[in-house]
């Protein structure tokens, strides 16, 4: 399966944003779906999850209360809403594609994305 990330940008703190990742390829499979961030310098980090059929999320502490991750399997495509960004959220968003039930960890992930870029600054 192939994955297109797009939605970032530069936005002010306290501002939203919302990230989608569109799955093309082999979608008969049923996936679930990740999003990791890597700051300049860091290693790539969890942020949200979510089952195939989206009854179960999974968030990072750090994001959890200000992101909500969803999907519409109709149209391939999984979201990562951001609210109240904070400077430390500035990253490279990734999504990714496990066959697990749900993973945290970069090496549950088959597929990823090429990454969309998150700049949170006043």
């Known amino acids: 399966v192939q994955l297109q990330a797009s939605g970032g940008g530069l936005v002010q703190p306290g501002g939203s944003l919302r990230l989608s990742c569109a799955a093309s390829?082999?979608?008969?499979?049923?996936?679930?779906m990740g999003w990791f961030r890597q700051a300049p310098g860091k290693e790539r980090e969890f942020v949200a999850a979510?089952?195939?059929?989206?009854?179960?999320?999974y968030y990072a502490d750090s994001v959890k209360g200000r992101c909500t991750i969803s999907r519409d399997n109709a149209k391939n495509t999984v979201y990562l809403q951001m609210n109240s960004l904070k400077p430390e959220d500035t990253a490279v968003y990734y999504c990714a594609a496990t066959d697990a039930l749900l993973g945290t960890k970069t090496y549950e992930y088959s597929y990823w994305g090429q990454g969309t870029l998150v700049t949170v600054s006043s």
């Open positions: 390829g082999r979608t008969s499979r049923r996936y679930s």
């Open positions: 979510i089952t195939w059929s989206g009854g179960t999320t």
